[in-house]
């Protein structure tokens, strides 16, 4: 059975740094992401990784303060997360695709992780 667990989320101060993980039990996935929704708002991409070729994507917002990676003998992606703003605040859910993805739409991904609360206050 596949099962996607997250870990890492919490309250953080503005300006300060949280790491999310994200281990995928059951199976290896071609794509792995990490999605968000803040109250109140739809959910969307933040961050996504090719595993095999490790290439990623990120939304303009996050871009020079996130970054995406993955250990392959962990089954494992990251979001490291610097620089946090309080528009940061969201639950984020990590998100895997088992087939060849367009990696920002959350409907190409198959399975999903149960979500972990950021908070970033000012």
């Known amino acids: 059975q596949v099962h996607l667990v997250e870990s890492g989320g919490g309250l953080v101060q503005a300006g300060g740094s949280l790491r999310l993980s994200c281990a995928a039990l059951?199976?290896?996935?071609?794509?792995m992401g990490w999605f968000r929704q803040a109250p109140g708002k739809e959910r969307g991409f933040v961050a996504g990784?090719?595993?095999?070729?490790?290439?990623?994507a990120y939304v303009d917002s996050v871009k020079g303060r996130f970054t995406i990676s993955r250990d392959n003998a962990k089954n494992t992606v990251y979001l490291q997360m610097n620089s946090l703003k309080p528009e940061d605040t969201a639950v984020y859910y990590c998100?895997?695709?088992?087939?060849?993805?367009?990696?920002?739409?959350?409907?190409?991904?198959?399975?999903w992780g149960q979500g972990t609360q950021v908070t970033v206050s000012s």
């Open positions: 059951g199976r290896t996935f071609s794509t």
């Open positions: 998100a895997a695709a088992t087939g060849v993805a367009a990696i920002v739409s959350e409907y190409e991904y198959d399975y």
């Open positions: 990784i090719r595993w095999s070729t490790t290439s990623t």
